[in-house]
């Protein structure tokens, strides 16, 4: 803490007796007093992630964050062989710094990393083509139509898009129906106990501090624009894209007053050369298995706070 001098101006007040002045002081002069000390309070760990996590995240509409549940498949296009795999072999070395089973090659993709020179008509296309893999009709399982509209109009060298999906924190299964999908299956017809609802049997708790759901990453897809990503290091690349694949990050973020490789894109804001320690906080505290149902800012903090404190080491990039 500093120690601040202030200088303090004496005032006069018009009353009986009148004070006199000290002999020869001037009674228009300052008086300086020595020693005074002014204390702040320094934010704690906790303090200092919520506003970063709050400002990062951007889950699903009317949804609380979602992470990858178990495993991840990661699979790179349109990239020379090494770099492709360095780009696949490191976001794979994230997922599992942060517990999670990574597939052998020839898994089913569901991290998909595609590079081109002309984002714009592959973000087009694929959502024309494929529109049911990026909206899958279900309340909390993407960002909604404005979202989707700016995924296929944004002009950033990266762009992803992440589908999320509301399940049983017991049994896995979809806790919201899928389109197509019939409400409910009975032998009799009659509805008289949860099993008579399918996977929408849930013992729901009369509880604010139990939730028997959790939302669970299906799939993220990410284009990096080569023209636009000129430039830049293909390690400081596929660090940006391992934050962005293990987490629901808001491509609109303000981030210029946080040491963390989001601002890689940021105009005038100086980016470090790989994943921060700040960084490694917020995936840690995303993944902490203390509230597996519970994944609010404040849960994510705690877990950011936690790591901030006593820091673990992640896999550096090679």
């Not at 005074?36 to 704690?44: A, D, K, L, N, P």
């Not at 770099?83 to 517990?99: E, F, I, L, N, P």
Request: proline letters at 7%; glycine letters at 8%.
């Amino acid at each position: 803490m500093s120690a601040i001098v202030l200088a303090l101006s004496v005032a006069l007040l018009a009353q009986d007796p009148v004070p006199q002045d000290p002999p020869g002081q001037d009674p228009e002069r300052p008086v300086t007093v020595e020693g005074v000390t002014v204390e702040g309070r320094q934010q704690s760990a906790r303090e200092r992630a919520i506003p970063f996590a709050r400002e990062i995240i951007a889950p699903a509409r009317r949804s609380e964050p979602a992470r990858w549940a178990d495993h991840v498949c990661v699979q790179v296009l349109n990239m020379q062989g090494e770099a492709a795999r360095y780009m696949a072999d490191r976001v794979a070395t994230v997922a599992s710094d942060v517990g999670l089973r990574v597939e052998e090659a020839g898994c089913e993709p569901n991290i998909l990393i595609a590079l081109t020179d002309d984002s714009d008509r592959m973000a087009q296309d694929l959502v024309d083509a494929r529109r049911r893999q990026f909206v899958l009709g279900s309340a909390g399982t993407d960002r909604g139509r404005e979202a989707l509209a700016a995924f296929q109009a944004s002009d950033a060298p990266v762009r992803w898009w992440h589908v999320s999906l509301p399940v049983d924190i017991y049994t896995g299964q979809p806790s919201v129906r899928l389109p197509g999908e019939r409400p409910f299956a009975t032998r009799t017809g009659k509805i008289t106990q949860p099993s008579d609802l399918g996977n929408f049997g849930q013992i729901v708790m009369g509880s604010r501090l139990l939730n028997h759901s959790r939302n669970d990453l299906q799939q993220v897809i990410i284009i990096v624009d080569v023209a636009r990503a000129e430039g830049t290091g293909l390690i400081e690349l596929t660090d940006y894209v391992a934050m962005v694949a293990l987490a629901q990050i808001d491509p609109d973020a303000e981030v210029g007053g946080y040491d963390t490789i989001l601002n890689l894109f940021t105009d005038g804001a100086v980016h470090p050369p790989y994943m921060t320690d700040w960084d490694w906080a917020f995936l840690t505290g995303l993944y902490t298995d203390e509230v597996i149902s519970t994944r609010g800012v404040g849960t994510i903090a705690d877990g950011m706070a936690r790591e901030i404190v006593t820091p673990t080491a992640p896999s550096e990039p090679e």
